[in-house]
């Protein structure tokens, strides 16, 4: 997924896009609210910072709503209660107060993200993979994974093809601060290729992590 993050403080946008690129999250930032329109095709979700030199982020967040139902999270300083309210009145899908961490921006985002993605099963040869039933399918038949198994296999099906580093499967499936070192994730990976009865679906990419290969 890719995210526009509309702000105009360095010292913010930097770690926002790097903590967010950490976390398998596309970013791009803009510096002024009228740079926000031309920017959003192509973006999957806005972090809109609603103190921007230029314009007024309550603007910026009603000209996104002519044209977009994208998700949209607003940034405010603390304080600012009646910008969150108007904000979400006028259409914000949620909103962080100012200082906020970027572990917990990257949680939201992948909440909204989740919530608002329609989630048809994805189907990789003879594997039907259905996030909302929380079920995955081999040739028909339904097969048990457990919780950690199907987060695992989730994440990897999102972008079949991409490599997945270690660091963050563990952050995504475990936990954001697990210093990944054991063995757990392949662990994780060997079960859930022996419960597939496919060995090939989820490859290893030695050193860095694990992808799917597409049957082709
Ligand atoms: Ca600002």
Redo the contacts with the bound molecule.
């Keep these: 997924m890719h995210v526009l993050v509309v702000?105009?403080?360095p010292a913010?946008s930097g770690p926002l896009v790097t903590g967010l690129e950490r976390n398998g999250i596309e970013a791009t930032c803009v510096q002024f609210g009228s740079m926000v329109i031309d920017s959003l095709p192509g973006k999957d979700l806005v972090i809109l910072?609603?103190?921007?030199?230029d314009e007024d982020g309550l603007d910026v967040l009603r000209a996104i709503r002519k044209i977009s139902d994208v998700p949209v999270i607003v940034a405010t300083a603390r304080g600012d209660e009646m910008d969150r309210i108007i904000g979400l009145e006028i259409g914000a899908d949620d909103y962080v107060v100012k200082p906020f961490s970027v572990r917990e921006l990257s949680a939201r985002v992948r909440a909204i993200s989740r919530r608002r993605v329609v989630e048809a099963p994805i189907s990789i040869g003879s594997i039907v993979f259905d996030r909302n039933r929380r079920s995955v399918e081999v040739s028909g038949k339904s097969i048990d994974l457990t919780a950690k198994e199907f987060d695992l296999l989730g994440v990897l099906l999102e972008e079949p093809g991409r490599v997945v580093p270690r660091q963050e499967l563990y952050a995504r499936v475990w936990d954001p601060v697990w210093v990944g070192t054991g063995k757990t994730l392949d662990v994780h990976v060997a079960s859930v290729r022996k419960k597939l009865g496919d060995a090939n679906l989820i490859e290893t990419v030695r050193g860095v992590g694990y992808r799917i290969v597409q049957a082709t």
């Excluded at 910072?49 to 030199?53: E, K, N, S, Y």
């Design positions: 702000e105009d403080d913010i910072d609603l103190g921007l030199p």
